[in-house]
């Protein structure tokens, strides 16, 4: 009998679901010390946690025959997933159960940051003031609102937002236009479209591309008495900067959900006086409590009975049923669609995966592999191996895989061609001995480099001089580079994959771009 042990609280619903189960032993120790917790949990098939259990190195060393970890919640700060991978562990969250609940604390923020309800109710409620002529407020009808992130919240912010008449404009680079558009919804590529917004909201993962997505220099492009609401995650706007355009009026008022170190209490935004904060409450409705309960304890009694893992975030691959050489072709192919995602960032339409080799037999696998990286980039930690083709026909985003028993040039060669709205990007990879990971084409120009770090793809013109600008530019910013790769084709172009040490800062890949000489210029980190 597998065992199920519950190691913080969660509604009694979902307890009761595991408690109903014939084949499964549980163990609800919520109200447990951790020390004494880590005692138990040795005899644990999996076990299901909220954020007062820390998944870390000591957690990880009293397991025992532990097989997955539910985190009944979105957020995985508090597991150590990376670890866990090492020991064989499963991770799964509950990425969905508190859609409702966090859409409905955005909009709470939104309308009172226009009539600002908590300074009313002080001043009536505590200093006894009747002055209704401090109040005025102003009305969301007819005002501009930008939704940064068009997924499973966002596009529900728009929803409710349309009810209040107001015009919307939603910005998601990984979407179709079509998924905002046939909701009567605008939709922009350009950024700074959002920047002209009266009021605007956030509604993404917290990767790279989207920490510090609203920073000083988005702010100073903005509306003068903008407002900010941000509901998400932590660090997605630039605390030090928005706290400055606050204290300045730039921004008239933000309401704020998530900081960037929780608890917040002494966070300087605390003390102005046109902020309005809740503590990390998007998912506090009893409702979604229940939702993630339920939902919890329907993936962890999954999980123990080897049914599947749903919403994994790192399903390993089990070492008796695949050789070891194919799971570095798992891993070439993921490092590939994700080096993609980030060279080709417009909305997807198509993925198509030629496979050469005996490694064609593993397809399924490795189309698996190359959508979780495609769709890594703009998901984040909702993308994993079980959601991956769900999510990507979800996309409207077709799907090809072609193979070939043979390879002409290698003993097995992964192509993924990766078509957006706008362009096709195709690269090509393949494992030597050892297990080194190559790249060997990008779009027609041979390449023989080790996909991995800051790279900077810079396609030019193929005259001379090229290389010498590009070092002297990049020397110009302090930054080193480790290797440099050139490739060439008969259309006298070339193409060079420069690995660097430092990030590249912006305003150097501007004056790259003003190189006569050059034609496009990218940056993908892996």
């Given at each position: 009998m597998?065992?199920?042990i519950v190691?913080?609280?969660i509604h009694?619903?979902?307890l009761?679901?595991?408690e ?7 163990q609800?120790?919520a109200?447990?010390p951790?020390d004494?917790l880590l ?6 098939d ?10 870390d190195?000591?957690?990880?060393n009293?397991?025992?025959k532990l097989?997955?970890i539910?985190r009944?919640?979105?957020?995985v700060?508090?597991?150590d997933?990376?670890?866990?991978s090492r020991?064989?562990?499963?991770v799964?969250?509950?990425?969905t159960a ?5 859409v409905e604390?955005?909009m ?5 940051a226009v009539?600002?309800?908590?300074g009313?109710?002080y ?5 006894r003031?009747?002055k209704?002529?401090?109040w005025?407020?102003?009305?969301l009808?007819?005002?501009k609102?930008?939704?940064i992130?068009?997924?499973n919240i966002?596009?529900r912010?728009?929803?409710r937002?349309?009810a ?10 990984y ?6 558009t046939?909701m009567?919804i ?5 950024f700074?479209d959002i ?9 993404t993962?917290k ?9 000083s220099?988005?702010?100073s492009k903005?509306?003068?008495g903008?407002?900010?609401i ?6 997605l706007?630039n605390?030090?900067d928005?706290?400055n ?6 921004i008239?008022?933000?309401g704020i ?15 102005l006086?046109?902020v309005?904060?809740t503590?990390h409450?998007?998912?506090n ?7 993630i309960a ?26 008796n ?12 192919t993921q490092k ?5 995602a980030?060279?080709n ?6 993925i ?7 490694i064609?037999?593993y ?5 698996t ?9 703009s998901l ?5 191996y079980?959601?991956?083709?769900f ?19 290698y003993?097995n060669?992964?192509t993924?061609?990766?078509t957006?709205s ?5 690269v ?14 990008i779009?027609g120009?041979?390449i023989?480099?080790e996909p ?9 013109t ?11 530019t ?9 290797d440099?790769r050139?490739?060439?084709n ?6 060079a ?8 800062p ?9 190189i ?5 210029i990218?940056?993908?980190?892996i």
């Amino acid at each position: 009998m597998s065992k199920i042990i519950v190691c913080d609280h969660i509604h009694q619903r979902g307890l009761d679901l595991l408690e109903n189960q014939n084949d499964i032993q549980m163990q609800n120790l919520a109200d447990l010390p951790k020390d004494q917790l880590l005692t138990l949990i040795k005899d644990a098939d999996v076990v299901i946690t909220r954020s007062s259990t820390a998944v870390d190195e000591k957690f990880l060393n009293s397991i025992g025959k532990l097989k997955a970890i539910v985190r009944a919640g979105v957020g995985v700060d508090n597991v150590d997933i990376e670890n866990c991978s090492r020991k064989g562990v499963v991770v799964m969250n509950v990425p969905t159960a508190n859609t409702i609940a966090a859409v409905e604390l955005t909009m709470a923020h939104i309308i009172n940051a226009v009539r600002n309800f908590p300074g009313a109710d002080y001043q009536l409620r505590i200093e006894r003031k009747w002055k209704r002529e401090d109040w005025y407020g102003t009305e969301l009808k007819g005002k501009k609102l930008g939704i940064i992130g068009f997924g499973n919240i966002g596009s529900r912010v728009g929803i409710r937002a349309k009810a209040f008449e107001m015009d919307i404009l939603a910005y998601d680079p990984y979407i179709q236009p079509s998924k905002a558009t046939d909701m009567g919804i605008s939709y922009t590529k350009n950024f700074e479209d959002i920047l002209k917004c009266d009021i605007i909201t956030i509604h993404t993962p917290k990767n790279e591309e989207t920490k510090n997505i609203i920073t000083s220099n988005e702010i100073s492009k903005m509306k003068d008495g903008v407002i900010l609401i941000n509901c998400a995650r932590g660090g997605l706007y630039n605390e030090e900067d928005i706290f400055n355009a606050l204290k300045s009026k730039k921004i008239r008022w933000a309401g704020i959900d998530v900081f960037t170190k929780e608890p917040g209490f002494n966070n300087p935004l605390l003390d102005l006086d046109n902020v309005y904060v809740t503590p990390h409450i998007g998912a506090n409705t009893l409702e979604s409590q229940e939702q993630i309960a339920l939902q919890a304890a329907q993936a962890a009694l999954e999980a123990a009975r080897g049914a599947s893992y749903p919403n994994a975030l790192n399903l390993p691959v089990k070492e008796n049923e695949i050789h070891e050489n194919v799971k570095a072709y798992l891993e070439l192919t993921q490092k590939l669609g994700f080096f993609c995602a980030q060279a080709n960032k417009d909305a997807i339409t198509s993925i198509h995966l030629n496979i050469d080799g005996e490694i064609s037999q593993y397809s399924n696998s490795l189309i698996t592999f190359a959508l979780v990286g495609i769709l890594k980039p703009s998901l984040g930690e909702n993308i994993n191996y079980v959601n991956a083709q769900f999510l990507a026909k979800e996309r409207g985003i077709e799907i090809h895989v072609k193979t070939k028993e043979m390879s002409n040039s290698y003993k097995n060669l992964i192509t993924i061609t990766l078509t957006t709205s706008s362009e096709s990007l195709s690269v090509s990879g393949t494992v030597f001995e050892d297990n080194i990971i190559k790249l060997t084409n990008i779009n027609g120009f041979n390449i023989d480099i080790e996909p991995k770090g800051k790279m900077i793809l810079f396609k030019n013109t193929d005259v001379p001089g090229v290389i010498g600008s590009v070092g002297n530019t990049l020397a110009k910013h302090h930054i080193n580079i480790s290797d440099f790769r050139l490739g060439r084709n008969s259309n006298k172009e070339a193409l060079a994959l420069i690995i660097i040490d430092e990030q590249i800062p912006q305003k150097a890949i501007e004056e790259l771009k003003n190189i006569p000489a050059c034609l496009s210029i990218r940056t993908v980190t892996i």
